[in-house]
């Protein structure tokens, strides 16, 4: 298994992820707030090449019927930005309600207010590694 980067791309942050090595476990790592494209573009190249990564998983936000709205339309035009930036393959992982379930870890946890609102991304990025990296422990 290689080192992968999981993202949650919203118009305001964007939620990042990163697996070990072994591919056994997500972990956050941080959240970036969007400025532009190219800063956005900017930080995730950086991140890219700290870490290794060899693969990006981003979710889309798929609407619940199944269909592409919208905002998955927004994710993966970013995502073809980012496909020109980065050389590693990207794929997609459908993230329906993801945010909806972090939302609800953190008040398990009671994190709340502005501390929810700085992880929330982070933890919504985590699920979705974490279900696209379930597919090969099993």
């Known amino acids: 298994m290689s080192i992968i980067l999981g993202l949650d791309i919203g118009d305001v942050r964007i939620g990042?992820?990163?697996?070990?090595?072994l591919g056994?476990?997500?972990?956050?790592?941080?959240?970036?707030?969007?400025?532009?494209?190219?800063?956005?573009?900017?930080?995730?190249?950086?991140?890219?090449?700290?870490?290794?990564?060899?693969?990006i998983v981003i979710g889309l936000p798929l609407r619940l019927n199944g269909e592409v709205g919208i905002q998955a339309q927004k994710?993966?035009?970013?995502?073809?930005?980012?496909?020109r930036?980065?050389?590693?393959?990207?794929?997609?992982?459908?993230?329906?309600?993801?945010?909806?379930?972090?939302a609800q870890i953190l008040?398990?946890?009671n994190k709340r207010g502005k501390k929810r609102k700085k992880v929330i991304d982070q933890v919504a990025a985590v699920l979705?590694?974490?279900e696209y990296l379930s597919q090969f422990r099993e």
Do not use: M, Y
């Open 107 to 109: 008040r398990n946890i």
């Open 16 to 21: 990042v992820a990163i697996s070990d090595e």
């Open 85 to 102: 930036v980065a050389d590693v393959p990207i794929c997609f992982w459908d993230e329906r309600l993801t945010t909806v379930e972090a």
């Open 75 to 83: 994710v993966q035009k970013f995502a073809n930005r980012l496909k």
């Open 24 to 55: 056994f476990g997500a972990h956050p790592l941080c959240t970036i707030t969007r400025k532009n494209r190219k800063k956005d573009l900017d930080a995730l190249r950086n991140l890219i090449d700290t870490h290794g990564v060899e693969r």
């Open 128 to 130: 979705i590694l974490d």
